[in-house]
């Protein structure tokens, strides 16, 4: 029994690593290259950025994508600011601040 739960341990572990690598590939394109807010790219492995595809619309992308690629959403590398100031929802108040003080 031992060995049957060592066996299994090792290949859990063996398999959760090769998820976690397969997970990493994301930050390898170099910000020149990424593609802009609401396309995305075709990234191909192994060739280099001036080589790549051009940007083009997702639903292409994704239905285009070879097995030796990825695909690139412009909306990853969107930049989030907060400007300006937040705005409670009006059905969403905090308890109390609807109450009349005595």
């Known amino acids: 029994m031992t060995l049957r739960a060592s066996l ?3 290949v859990c572990t063996v ?21 802009p807010p ?8 192994k060739v280099p950025p001036k080589q790549q595809p ?6 292409t992308a ?5 097995p030796n690629g990825r695909v690139v959403f412009g909306d ?3 930049e989030k600011s907060d400007k300006g100031d937040r705005k409670d929802v009006p059905f969403l108040r905090k308890f109390g601040d609807d109450r009349k003080k005595p």
Do not use: E, H, S
């Open 62 to 66: 994704v239905r285009n994508r070879p």
């Open 38 to 45: 609401g396309m995305c790219r075709i990234w191909l492995n």
């Open 8 to 10: 299994f341990t090792l």
């Open 54 to 59: 051009a940007p083009t619309d997702c639903p």
């Open 76 to 78: 990853d590398y969107v």
């Open 15 to 35: 398999g959760l690593a090769g998820v976690a690598t397969a997970q990493q590939g994301g930050d390898d394109v170099p910000k020149a290259y990424r593609p």
